[in-house]
């Protein structure tokens, strides 16, 4: 699909992409990301330099907070909380390892719903911006006899 752009050149759907994303320079660099950066670099600069990492890598923020916990619960397992969580029925472990992987699975197909959702919501309102300029081209007093 291609499309004219103000200088007159044409574009093409893969030139758009990373708009189209929400993505700059292959970061994730939504009003969110933003906000959470900043607002970590005026508390705690390390905090700041984490969720510049997190963006550029092309992650939303809202996912930073149970990507720690998982990593924090893989790195400190070895205490009295993994005595609770893991016991030594292998069976029961795999099925908790595979409805984990199920609930992952499912987060993403949702993520990428609403993405698909969000360009549907886009295109809808350009065509309707389309319809509404075609309109009013038509209907402009200098084409009225």
Same mark, same amino acid.
């Given at each position: 699909?291609?499309?004219?752009?103000?200088?007159?050149?044409?574009?093409?759907?893969?030139?758009?992409?990373?708009?189209?994303?929400?993505?700059?320079?292959?970061?994730?660099?939504?009003?969110?990301?933003?906000?959470?950066?900043?607002?970590?670099?005026?508390?705690?600069?390390?905090?700041?330099?984490?969720?510049?990492?997190?963006?550029?890598?092309?992650?939303?923020?809202? !996912?930073?907070?149970?990507?720690?916990?998982?990593?924090?619960?893989?790195?400190?397992?070895?205490?009295?909380?993994?005595?609770?969580?893991?016991?030594?029925?292998?069976?029961?472990?795999?099925?908790? !390892?595979?409805?984990?992987?199920?609930?992952?699975?499912?987060? !993403?197909?949702?993520?990428?719903?609403?993405?698909?959702?969000?360009?549907?919501?886009?295109?809808?309102?350009?065509?309707?911006?389309?319809?509404?300029?075609?309109?009013?081209?038509?209907?402009?007093?200098?084409?009225?006899?």
């Amino acid at each position: 699909m291609k499309t004219v752009n103000n200088s007159g050149k044409e574009k093409t759907k893969r030139d758009n992409f990373h708009k189209e994303e929400g993505r700059c320079s292959g970061g994730h660099w939504s009003a969110a990301n933003i906000t959470a950066m900043v607002l970590g670099f005026i508390i705690f600069a390390p905090i700041g330099f984490v969720i510049l990492v997190w963006s550029i890598l092309g992650n939303p923020v809202q !996912e930073l907070p149970g990507w720690v916990r998982s990593q924090w619960n893989r790195i400190f397992r070895g205490g009295s909380f993994s005595s609770v969580n893991n016991d030594d029925n292998v069976v029961f472990n795999e099925y908790q !390892e595979t409805q984990h992987d199920r609930i992952r699975e499912i987060k !993403e197909e949702i993520r990428k719903r609403a993405e698909a959702f969000g360009e549907f919501r886009a295109n809808a309102q350009r065509r309707k911006d389309q319809q509404e300029f075609e309109d009013f081209m038509a209907n402009k007093p200098e084409n009225r006899t």
